[in-house]
């Protein structure tokens, strides 16, 4: 089997819900970064094998295979095929995991991988009545841009509590204060107002056009300890989880372009080593990375005394420090040294491609390294995927 390779990775600034990316369409979104790696490479479009891309809603302008229109918008010849995949938050990881395989198998030598989402857009939706004329009676509306909807009754009761409700959980199961919390915010928020003041992410970013929007807009450099903790907690009582100390709901795309050895003519960012994906408790979400990143690690050859660098997606601070909790052999320095989700953003979809795209822009920058990509799902699943240089 060949090795598959990262040759490039961009994404758009994320977006606030409602902020400067809401009158984008996600189709529109993901062409902007199919075009840009294109662009950026000066790869033949007609030679990509393969565009996959992650989406996790799928309910409104992303519907009917979202990959293949964006493909179509980017201006890519008819004959590249595109197909969207579904593992929640984990979509665009999973995009490059299946482009990865691809490649190694022999079945492409370019696969163009990635995700999107944009959250602000996502639609009401009213589930349609069995019958065509429906008794009197009134259907409830769903907001399909975040969490459970139409909820199968027969799953547990405890398994379909919120993520909120989860991040929680894992506050209490692991002992991790409000004060935690809000400083490993203030910390997401610190890190990537420096980073973006210091032009780390230059390299990664393509702005979309027609969107006044240069940078991410949920950092908030002037955040304070103070001001997290006079926020309100969201999801108990007496509870810890604020939405200072979550990933905002969030717009933006992301692309990765993978390869074969030689495949495309700039050097490779990053070797894809190993890859991982892990399933727990539903009402648990939040701590499936860890057991991910050690089978992704474990296929690697690699130990955690080997790896340089860790993009943990910061779903929430809670979740996030629970994961910590479970590798006690990594420092917690080397993790997201340029800030998070919590900061950056977490449109849904297009996640994994950003931290995976931060990862191997970092592994070039630093001229060599291991790093761990991770990121929990809702529904009870972790998906990891180490990169080497």
């Known amino acids: 089997m060949t090795a598959s390779f990262v040759y490039d990775a961009v994404r758009t600034p994320f977006g606030r819900a409602g902020g400067a990316l809401a009158g984008i369409r996600p189709d529109d979104l993901a062409a902007v970064t199919l075009r840009a790696v294109v662009e950026r490479t000066g790869i033949d479009p007609a030679r990509i094998d393969d565009v996959l891309l992650g989406d996790a809603n799928q309910a409104g302008e992303d519907n009917r295979d979202v990959a293949r229109f964006a493909a179509l918008l980017a201006g890519f010849p008819t004959t590249v095929p595109g197909a969207t995949v579904n593992r929640l938050c984990g979509s665009s990881l999973e995009a490059v995991i299946q482009g990865s395989r691809a490649i190694e198998s022999g079945d492409a030598e370019i696969v163009l991988a990635g995700g999107v989402e944009s959250m602000s857009r996502a639609p009401f939706v009213v589930e349609k009545s069995a019958k065509p004329w429906p008794a009197v009676g009134n259907q409830q509306m769903w907001n399909t841009a975040i969490g459970w909807r139409m909820t199968n009754p027969a ?51 393509v702005e979309v056009p027609g969107a006044a929007l240069t940078r991410d807009e949920g950092i908030r450099e002037d955040s304070t300890l103070e001001k997290l903790g006079g926020l309100r907690a969201l999801f108990a009582t007496e509870g810890t989880v604020t939405a200072g100390n979550s990933s905002p709901i969030s717009d933006g795309a992301s692309a990765v372009l993978l390869g074969s050895e030689g495949a495309v003519g700039p050097e490779p960012l990053a070797r894809i080593a190993g890859r991982g994906v892990f399933g727990n408790d539903p009402d648990v979400f939040g701590i499936a990375p860890v057991e991910a990143a050690n089978c992704a690690l474990t296929r690697a050859g690699r130990t955690w005394s080997e790896v340089d660098l860790v993009e943990l997606n910061e779903a929430f601070a809670s979740q996030s420090l629970a994961c910590l909790a479970g590798w006690p052999d990594v420092d917690p320095e080397i993790v997201n040294v340029h800030g998070g989700a919590i900061a950056i953003g977490h449109p849904l979809g297009a996640s994994g491609g950003r931290v995976l795209a931060r990862a191997a822009h970092e592994l070039r920058r630093r001229g060599s390294g291991v790093a761990v990509v991770a990121l929990c799902i809702g529904v009870g699943q972790g998906i990891a995927l180490v990169l080497e240089r």
């Not at 409000?178 to 928020?189: G, K, T, V, Y």
């Open 155 to 205: 799953l547990p009761k405890e398994w379909t509590i919120s993520n909120g409700e989860s991040a929680e959980k894992l506050a209490t199961m692991f002992g991790i204060s409000r004060d935690e919390q809000d400083a490993f915010a203030l910390r997401s928020h610190q890190r990537a107002a420096q980073a973006w003041n210091r032009g780390v992410f230059a390299d990664e970013i």
